[in-house]
């Protein structure tokens, strides 16, 4: 375990949860009325902490993402076929363990996708912006990159990146233990995204597959 990128990881889990706060900087200068916002100006808000976030992550790893990508030259269609893959098995097992859940518990669905669902109505555009091109970096270097720098061991690395994931997607959104058994679907999907850095010893096929996943999701359920 390497002590120095642990205390690291520990400051950019604090920042991850608590950069919306900088949400109150719009909510001043525009001067917002926060029992009353609507649905365009909450995506706004949350676009504009996670814009905040990404900036910030961009130039803590501004050297490594350059590493990565010139490590992916020349390599790219074996690492995208090698990831997808994965990706595949991820999918696979995310579904399976929604449906599991949701039958045996008779629950409808996790509620940050409901959530999510409502901001995508309310504005489609930023939330595109938000959860295609945004989350998926911030999210990829928050749950892979401090956990890979952290955890030399890569089964523990995949183990603990998975989980955290899984559980970061429920945990301020579950009000029963029922719901808070959707932390199962997102880590299968968080654990594909592992296992694929883990192979290519690289973030940026987890980022490429996380923008692809989520982009469509924002698709489809716009059009639907």
Same mark, same amino acid.
């Given at each position: 375990? !390497?002590? /120095? +990128? ?6 950019? =889990? ?7 706060? &900088? ?8 001067? #917002?009325?926060?029992? +009353? ?8 808000? %949350?676009?504009?902490? %996670? @814009?905040?976030? @990404? ?7 501004? /050297? ?6 010139? *490590?992916? *030259?020349? /390599? ?15 999918? $696979?097992?995310?579904?399976?363990? !929604? ?5 045996? $518990? ?5 509620? !940050?996708? /409901?959530? &999510?669902?409502? #901001? ?9 912006? %938000? ?11 928050? =749950?892979?990159?401090?956990? #890979?720098?952290?955890?030399?061991? *890569?089964?523990? =690395? &995949?183990? @603990? ?8 997607? &429920? ?21 594909? $995204? ?7 010893? %690289? ?10 996943? +989520?982009? @469509? ?8």
């Amino acid at each position: 375990m !390497n002590f /120095k +990128n642990l205390i690291k990881l520990i400051l950019i =889990f604090i920042l991850f949860y608590f950069i919306k706060y &900088v949400q109150y900087i719009p909510v001043y200068l525009f001067n #917002m009325d926060l029992s +009353n916002l609507s649905g365009e100006e909450e995506v706004f808000l %949350n676009l504009f902490s %996670n @814009l905040c976030l @990404l900036l910030i992550l961009l130039f803590i790893y501004r /050297k490594d993402l350059v590493k990565y990508y010139n *490590k992916l *030259k020349g /390599k790219r269609l074996i690492t995208f076929n090698s990831s997808l893959k994965y990706y595949i098995l991820g999918i $696979f097992l995310m579904i399976i363990s !929604n449906v599991v859940i949701t039958i045996l $518990f008779r629950g409808g669905g996790a509620n !940050n996708e /409901k959530t &999510v669902q409502e #901001m995508i109505t309310a504005s489609p555009i930023l939330m595109f912006i %938000n959860a295609a091109l945004i989350a998926p970096v911030t999210e990829e270097l928050t =749950f892979r990159k401090t956990y #890979m720098d952290a955890f030399p061991d *890569k089964e523990l =690395f &995949v183990t @603990l990146s998975a989980l955290m994931f899984g559980l970061a997607h &429920v945990i301020s959104s579950s009000s029963t233990i029922f719901e808070f058994l959707y932390f199962i679907p997102y880590s299968c999907l968080g654990l594909a $995204f592992a296992l694929m850095d883990k192979e290519s010893d %690289n973030v940026l096929p987890s980022i490429f597959f996380h923008m692809m996943h +989520n982009g @469509l999701l924002t698709i489809l359920s716009s059009i639907i």
